[in-house]
């Protein structure tokens, strides 16, 4: 086994919960900053805001009527966008809420399930809260987080896990697995019994994206999708996974009834009807993308690439870093939660925000020249 490549059991990941973006109002009070005033980068979504006529149709929710528990109207709307009939479809409080689905249904203590790292906390949380163990490949970041896929082919074959996480494009990395290559996955772990579990939370911000609806008919694939992310619709939660019929059913099983409230199916009823929307954010979040990537490394900074709407870019102390930064009112994520304690990772917003970002790093290295 390669040096960057390693297994790690749940026991030596930290009990505490995981570490999430976004702007906490202890952290504006602490410095006394204006809401209005400050520029979250922390989080990734759609530069965009909410599709136009969100809260209009939001205001016609009856709030005294129970949500619909089996989200019909807005599955098959998702049935038509995404071409797959609706016992494919299972609709969740976000994505996160559908890897824990994956995790209680799929995994018992005993069980391992396999992490492609670094990525996102919650697989790990997962897993753990199942009891299980979770197993770590990490990427080598000297090959730009690449992964070693031989060797998750190995650990797979050997450790059986019952779930395979693999976030793609991966955060925070960005690194983007083409079709070959998650096939590859998805061909290991059926071989042993297990389900690959591709979390596809930003491929709507990736530039031609491959038909990774092409894996369902494996049967042991699980996609899933996050509409908070692609339309910003972060204080609703709203998230699907792609599966099919016996997984989606085993699922459902689990699922709180009401766990999708009413404000948010509208929500993604109303983005559904609007076909410019995601094309329009793709194309504002490689501007800005490009900006930001320019202009850093102009200031001396390297910036990984990046399939996503974000960037990790290495800064040294990246804790220290930040501080300065959120006394600019500008809020951005250390990655120190996913093992890369030098790094930042930007979210991409608007092109006048990510040029406001730009003066604050060029105001930061300019003030440690000083």
Request: aromatic letters at 8%.
């Amino acid at each position: 086994m390669s040096s960057s490549s390693k297994i790690e059991p749940t026991a030596s990941i930290p009990t505490a919960r995981p570490v999430h973006g976004g702007i906490r109002p202890a952290d504006l009070r602490a410095l006394g900053l204006n809401p209005a005033d400050v520029l979250d980068f922390s989080a990734s979504i759609s530069p965009l805001g909410p599709p136009e006529g969100l809260w209009e149709a939001l205001r016609r929710v009856d709030l005294t009527a129970y949500p619909d528990p089996e989200c019909l109207e807005l599955r098959e709307a998702l049935s038509q966008h995404c071409g797959v009939s609706m016992d494919h479809l299972l609709v969740g409080n976000g994505s996160t809420e559908l890897i824990h689905l994956l995790a209680r249904a799929y995994l018992a203590p005993g069980d391992s399930a396999l992490l492609l790292t670094p990525t996102y906390g919650e697989y790990a949380g997962a897993c753990r809260l199942a009891g299980a163990s979770a197993l770590h490949l990490d990427a080598r970041r000297e090959a730009g987080f690449a992964w070693d896929l031989d060797q998750a082919g190995r650990i797979i074959g050997s450790q059986r896990p019952r779930l395979v996480f693999l976030c793609n494009p991966n955060n925070p990395t960005g690194v983007y697995l083409g079709l070959a290559e998650v096939e590859y996955l998805a061909g290991v772990t059926g071989q042993v019994g297990g389900l690959l579990v591709v979390d596809e939370a930003y491929r709507s911000f990736v530039n031609h994206p491959w038909d990774s609806l092409a894996l369902l008919p494996r049967r042991n694939v699980v996609l899933l999708r996050s509409m908070t992310k692609d339309y910003a619709l972060t204080g609703l939660r709203l998230g699907y996974c792609l599966a099919s019929p016996e997984v989606t059913a085993r699922l459902a099983r689990y699922q709180p009834d009401w766990s999708v409230n009413g404000l948010a199916q509208v929500a993604g009823l109303v983005a559904l009807q609007d076909a410019t929307y995601l094309p329009r954010a793709r194309e504002a979040v490689q501007q800005a993308k490009e900006y930001l990537t320019t202009q850093l490394a102009a200031l001396g900074f390297t910036v990984y690439p990046s399939a996503a709407n974000f960037l990790v870019v290495p800064v040294g102390d990246a804790a220290a870093w930040r501080e300065r930064l959120m006394r600019r009112g500008l809020f951005l994520r250390d990655c120190a939660s996913f093992g890369l304690p030098d790094c930042l990772r930007l979210g991409i917003r608007s092109l006048p925000d990510c040029q406001r970002l730009v003066a604050g790093f060029r105001a930061e290295r300019a003030a440690e020249r000083d």
